[in-house]
Protein backbone atom coordinates (compact mmCIF):
# COMPACT_ATOMS: atom_id res chain seq x y z
CA UNK A 1 0.00 0.00 0.00
CA UNK A 2 0.83 3.64 -0.13
CA UNK A 3 -0.36 6.05 1.93
CA UNK A 4 -1.71 9.64 1.19
CA UNK A 5 0.44 12.09 2.55
CA UNK A 6 -1.35 15.37 3.90
CA UNK A 7 1.40 18.29 5.44
CA UNK A 8 0.49 21.17 7.40
CA UNK A 9 1.73 24.03 9.28
CA UNK A 10 -0.15 24.30 12.17
CA UNK A 11 -3.21 21.96 13.35
CA UNK A 12 -5.06 21.60 16.77
CA UNK A 13 -3.68 17.87 16.29
CA UNK A 14 -3.19 15.95 13.52
CA UNK A 15 -5.78 12.97 15.32
CA UNK A 16 -8.72 15.41 15.10
CA UNK A 17 -8.26 15.82 11.16
CA UNK A 18 -8.07 11.94 10.91
CA UNK A 19 -10.93 11.89 12.89
CA UNK A 20 -12.73 14.21 10.47
CA UNK A 21 -12.21 12.36 7.78
CA UNK A 22 -13.14 9.36 8.84
CA UNK A 23 -16.61 10.83 9.81
CA UNK A 24 -16.51 12.05 5.73
CA UNK A 25 -15.50 8.30 4.60
CA UNK A 26 -12.42 8.89 3.28
CA UNK A 27 -10.87 5.54 2.47
CA UNK A 28 -7.95 4.01 4.48
CA UNK A 29 -4.04 5.36 3.84
CA UNK A 30 -4.64 9.04 5.00
CA UNK A 31 -1.42 10.03 6.46
CA UNK A 32 -1.53 13.77 8.56
CA UNK A 33 1.07 15.79 9.25
CA UNK A 34 1.50 18.54 10.95
CA UNK A 35 4.28 20.83 11.64
CA UNK A 36 3.57 21.75 15.65
CA UNK A 37 0.21 20.94 17.31
CA UNK A 38 -1.72 23.44 19.75
CA UNK A 39 -3.67 20.83 21.02
CA UNK A 40 -1.86 17.52 20.80
CA UNK A 41 -2.62 14.32 22.93
CA UNK A 42 -1.80 10.69 23.71
CA UNK A 43 -2.77 7.65 25.20
CA UNK A 44 -5.37 8.19 27.80
CA UNK A 45 -6.15 12.19 26.98
CA UNK A 46 -2.99 13.35 28.12
CA UNK A 47 -2.57 16.75 26.28
CA UNK A 48 0.04 19.18 25.93
CA UNK A 49 1.21 21.82 22.99
CA UNK A 50 3.54 20.30 20.31
CA UNK A 51 6.23 23.31 19.48
CA UNK A 52 8.38 22.85 16.00
CA UNK A 53 11.03 20.21 16.76
CA UNK A 54 8.66 16.39 16.82
CA UNK A 55 7.18 14.55 14.20
CA UNK A 56 3.18 14.43 14.62
CA UNK A 57 1.70 12.08 11.81
CA UNK A 58 -1.64 10.62 12.53
CA UNK A 59 -3.19 7.29 10.03
CA UNK A 60 -6.31 6.54 8.83
CA UNK A 61 -6.64 2.70 9.01
CA UNK A 62 -10.03 0.60 8.31
CA UNK A 63 -8.38 -3.32 9.22
CA UNK A 64 -10.62 -5.96 8.49
CA UNK A 65 -9.42 -7.95 11.00
CA UNK A 66 -11.04 -10.13 13.52
CA UNK A 67 -11.44 -7.89 16.98
CA UNK A 68 -9.26 -9.70 18.75
CA UNK A 69 -6.23 -8.57 16.69
CA UNK A 70 -6.59 -4.69 17.07
CA UNK A 71 -4.88 -4.39 20.62
CA UNK A 72 -1.84 -5.52 18.82
CA UNK A 73 -1.85 -2.45 15.90
CA UNK A 74 -0.35 -0.48 18.42
CA UNK A 75 2.96 -2.87 19.17
CA UNK A 76 2.89 -2.97 15.38
CA UNK A 77 3.32 0.62 15.04
CA UNK A 78 6.13 0.74 17.09
CA UNK A 79 7.91 -1.52 15.50
CA UNK A 80 7.39 0.28 12.29
CA UNK A 81 8.76 3.67 13.80
CA UNK A 82 11.32 1.73 15.63
CA UNK A 83 12.39 0.10 11.48
CA UNK A 84 11.93 3.84 10.31
CA UNK A 85 14.97 5.15 13.14
CA UNK A 86 17.35 2.33 12.36
CA UNK A 87 17.07 3.14 8.46
CA UNK A 88 18.21 6.60 9.49
CA UNK A 89 20.32 6.22 12.17
CA UNK A 90 21.77 2.86 11.35
CA UNK A 91 23.98 3.20 14.73
CA UNK A 92 20.78 3.09 16.64
CA UNK A 93 19.53 -0.01 15.96
CA UNK A 94 20.19 -1.66 18.77
CA UNK A 95 19.66 0.87 21.58
CA UNK A 96 16.02 1.70 20.21
CA UNK A 97 13.84 -0.78 22.03
CA UNK A 98 9.36 -0.94 21.56
CA UNK A 99 8.45 -0.47 25.13
CA UNK A 100 4.75 -2.33 25.68
CA UNK A 101 1.86 -1.35 25.11
CA UNK A 102 2.78 2.42 23.41
CA UNK A 103 6.23 3.74 23.68
CA UNK A 104 10.02 3.77 21.91
CA UNK A 105 12.64 4.43 24.06
CA UNK A 106 16.32 4.66 23.86
CA UNK A 107 18.05 2.53 26.22
CA UNK A 108 20.48 3.68 28.80
CA UNK A 109 19.85 7.47 27.26
CA UNK A 110 21.91 9.77 30.62
CA UNK A 111 18.97 11.48 32.26
CA UNK A 112 20.26 15.40 30.71
CA UNK A 113 22.27 15.05 27.81
CA UNK A 114 22.66 19.08 27.51
CA UNK A 115 23.70 18.61 31.25
CA UNK A 116 25.65 15.57 30.64
CA UNK A 117 27.99 16.92 27.14
CA UNK A 118 27.86 20.20 28.98
CA UNK A 119 29.59 18.38 32.28
CA UNK A 120 32.03 16.53 29.72
CA UNK A 121 33.38 20.30 27.84
CA UNK A 122 32.15 19.35 24.65
CA UNK A 123 29.03 20.95 24.32
CA UNK A 124 25.61 19.40 22.31
CA UNK A 125 26.15 16.70 20.51
CA UNK A 126 24.77 18.57 16.92
CA UNK A 127 27.80 20.69 18.16
CA UNK A 128 31.13 20.67 15.96
CA UNK A 129 32.72 17.31 16.23
CA UNK A 130 31.26 14.14 17.45
CA UNK A 131 30.45 14.30 20.96
CA UNK A 132 31.75 11.45 23.77
CA UNK A 133 27.69 11.93 24.77
CA UNK A 134 26.66 11.08 21.37
CA UNK A 135 29.42 8.20 21.03
CA UNK A 136 27.64 6.77 24.25
CA UNK A 137 24.53 7.01 23.20
CA UNK A 138 25.14 5.14 19.70
CA UNK A 139 27.49 2.26 21.72
CA UNK A 140 29.30 3.33 23.60
CA UNK A 141 30.04 3.00 26.99
CA UNK A 142 28.37 5.66 29.50
CA UNK A 143 30.50 6.46 33.21
CA UNK A 144 29.97 4.15 35.76
CA UNK A 145 28.51 5.66 38.93
CA UNK A 146 27.17 8.75 37.17
CA UNK A 147 23.77 9.62 38.85
CA UNK A 148 22.69 10.99 35.22
CA UNK A 149 23.37 7.58 33.75
CA UNK A 150 21.07 5.64 36.23
CA UNK A 151 17.84 5.71 33.78
CA UNK A 152 17.34 2.56 31.53
CA UNK A 153 16.02 4.35 28.89
CA UNK A 154 14.41 7.50 27.68
CA UNK A 155 11.87 8.29 25.32
CA UNK A 156 11.53 9.05 21.32
CA UNK A 157 8.31 8.31 20.59
CA UNK A 158 4.85 7.79 21.53
CA UNK A 159 1.70 6.26 19.77
CA UNK A 160 -2.08 6.15 20.16
CA UNK A 161 -4.74 4.24 18.87
CA UNK A 162 -8.17 4.87 18.97
CA UNK A 163 -11.20 3.65 17.34
CA UNK A 164 -13.94 6.19 16.06
CA UNK A 165 -16.76 5.67 13.86
CA UNK A 166 -15.55 2.34 13.07
CA UNK A 167 -12.40 3.15 11.77
CA UNK A 168 -8.71 3.27 13.26
CA UNK A 169 -7.17 6.84 14.15
CA UNK A 170 -3.22 5.76 15.12
CA UNK A 171 -1.30 8.93 16.60
CA UNK A 172 2.40 8.70 16.23
CA UNK A 173 4.85 11.67 17.89
CA UNK A 174 8.60 11.47 17.50
CA UNK A 175 11.36 13.31 19.08
CA UNK A 176 13.32 14.72 16.49
CA UNK A 177 14.93 18.22 17.40
CA UNK A 178 14.99 19.28 20.84
CA UNK A 179 12.40 22.58 21.22
CA UNK A 180 14.01 26.32 21.44
CA UNK A 181 11.77 26.26 24.54
CA UNK A 182 11.76 22.49 25.70
CA UNK A 183 12.20 23.58 29.68
CA UNK A 184 8.44 24.89 29.10
CA UNK A 185 6.75 21.56 27.31
CA UNK A 186 5.73 19.18 29.86
CA UNK A 187 7.66 16.22 29.58
CA UNK A 188 5.27 13.84 31.82
CA UNK A 189 6.28 10.65 33.37
CA UNK A 190 9.34 10.08 31.22
CA UNK A 191 12.60 11.96 30.43
CA UNK A 192 12.52 12.59 27.03
CA UNK A 193 15.66 11.78 24.36
CA UNK A 194 15.82 13.15 20.92
CA UNK A 195 17.37 12.43 17.70
CA UNK A 196 19.51 15.26 16.64
CA UNK A 197 20.93 14.44 20.62
CA UNK A 198 21.73 11.13 19.15
CA UNK A 199 23.28 11.94 15.53
CA UNK A 200 20.48 12.84 13.73
CA UNK A 201 21.44 16.23 13.49
CA UNK A 202 22.19 17.20 9.74
CA UNK A 203 19.96 19.72 7.73
CA UNK A 204 17.08 22.06 8.36
CA UNK A 205 14.84 20.81 11.03
CA UNK A 206 11.91 20.21 8.98
CA UNK A 207 13.59 18.57 6.35
CA UNK A 208 14.67 15.85 9.52
CA UNK A 209 11.01 15.87 10.64
CA UNK A 210 10.18 14.93 6.83
CA UNK A 211 12.56 12.20 6.72
CA UNK A 212 11.27 10.19 9.36
CA UNK A 213 7.70 10.41 8.34
CA UNK A 214 8.47 9.38 4.90
CA UNK A 215 10.55 6.40 6.79
CA UNK A 216 7.46 5.66 8.79
CA UNK A 217 5.29 5.85 6.29
CA UNK A 218 7.40 3.01 4.19
CA UNK A 219 8.15 0.53 6.76
CA UNK A 220 4.29 0.83 7.63
CA UNK A 221 3.05 0.32 4.04
CA UNK A 222 5.50 -3.14 4.44
CA UNK A 223 3.99 -4.01 7.85
CA UNK A 224 0.62 -3.23 8.17
CA UNK A 225 -0.73 -5.02 4.77
CA UNK A 226 0.93 -8.25 6.20
CA UNK A 227 -0.10 -7.96 9.88
CA UNK A 228 -3.87 -7.48 8.47
CA UNK A 229 -3.24 -10.97 6.59
CA UNK A 230 -1.22 -13.02 9.17
CA UNK A 231 -1.82 -11.23 12.59
CA UNK A 232 0.78 -10.24 14.58
CA UNK A 233 2.61 -13.90 14.55
CA UNK A 234 5.39 -12.72 12.00
CA UNK A 235 6.24 -9.73 14.21
CA UNK A 236 6.01 -11.64 17.83
CA UNK A 237 9.84 -12.91 17.40
CA UNK A 238 11.18 -9.08 16.61
CA UNK A 239 8.87 -7.63 19.11
CA UNK A 240 10.62 -9.46 21.80
CA UNK A 241 13.77 -9.34 20.83
CA UNK A 242 13.23 -5.85 20.80
CA UNK A 243 11.36 -5.27 23.89
CA UNK A 244 12.76 -2.56 26.87
CA UNK A 245 11.16 -4.92 29.54
CA UNK A 246 12.11 -8.31 28.58
CA UNK A 247 13.90 -9.84 31.68
CA UNK A 248 12.87 -6.73 34.03
CA UNK A 249 10.79 -6.91 36.77
CA UNK A 250 7.64 -4.60 36.26
CA UNK A 251 4.38 -3.61 38.09
CA UNK A 252 1.37 -3.34 36.10
CA UNK A 253 -0.31 -0.15 37.64
CA UNK A 254 -4.31 1.38 36.71
CA UNK A 255 -4.36 5.22 36.74
CA UNK A 256 -5.13 5.27 39.96
CA UNK A 257 -1.93 3.40 41.40
CA UNK A 258 -3.41 0.48 41.87
CA UNK A 259 -1.39 -2.75 40.99
CA UNK A 260 -2.65 -5.05 38.71
CA UNK A 261 -0.20 -7.44 38.18
CA UNK A 262 3.71 -7.79 39.20
CA UNK A 263 6.43 -9.81 37.80
CA UNK A 264 9.21 -10.56 35.60
CA UNK A 265 8.63 -9.68 31.91
CA UNK A 266 9.02 -13.02 29.38
CA UNK A 267 7.34 -11.80 26.29
CA UNK A 268 4.29 -10.67 24.63
CA UNK A 269 1.61 -13.21 23.84
CA UNK A 270 -0.02 -13.34 20.27
CA UNK A 271 -3.02 -11.48 21.50
CA UNK A 272 -0.39 -8.56 22.32
CA UNK A 273 -0.89 -9.56 26.28
CA UNK A 274 2.45 -8.86 28.48
CA UNK A 275 3.73 -12.21 29.94
CA UNK A 276 4.99 -11.83 33.52
CA UNK A 277 6.60 -14.77 35.57
CA UNK A 278 5.33 -14.30 39.22
CA UNK A 279 8.33 -14.91 42.09
CA UNK A 280 6.31 -18.00 42.73
CA UNK A 281 6.35 -18.83 39.02
CA UNK A 282 3.15 -18.36 37.89
CA UNK A 283 2.22 -16.98 34.38
CA UNK A 284 0.30 -14.09 34.07
CA UNK A 285 -1.34 -12.10 31.40
CA UNK A 286 -1.53 -8.08 31.26
CA UNK A 287 -4.02 -7.03 28.89
CA UNK A 288 -3.74 -3.09 30.83
CA UNK A 289 -1.89 -0.38 32.92
CA UNK A 290 1.47 0.97 32.64
CA UNK A 291 4.26 -0.96 33.63
CA UNK A 292 6.88 0.81 36.19
CA UNK A 293 9.87 -0.68 36.62
CA UNK A 294 10.60 -1.86 39.89
Not at 131 to 158: I, M, Q, T, V, W
Not at 207 to 218: E, K, T, Y
Amino acid sequence: MQFRVQSFETVTSTNDLIKRAIEEGEPEGLAVRGLRQTAGYGRQGRAWESPIGGMYQSFLLRPEVPPAQLPTLSLLVGLAVRRAVAVLVPELEDRVQVKWPNDIVVAEAPASLDEAASAAGEGSACGEGPSPLCNAALGGEFPAGDSRFRHPFHKLCGISTEMHARALCVGVGVNVARPADAASVPAGKNVPVYLDELGFCEGPVEDRINAVADALCDQLAIAYPLWCEQGFGPFQAEFDGCSALSGRFVRMEDLSGNVLAAGTVTRVAPDGRLVLRTPEGVEVFASSGEAHIR
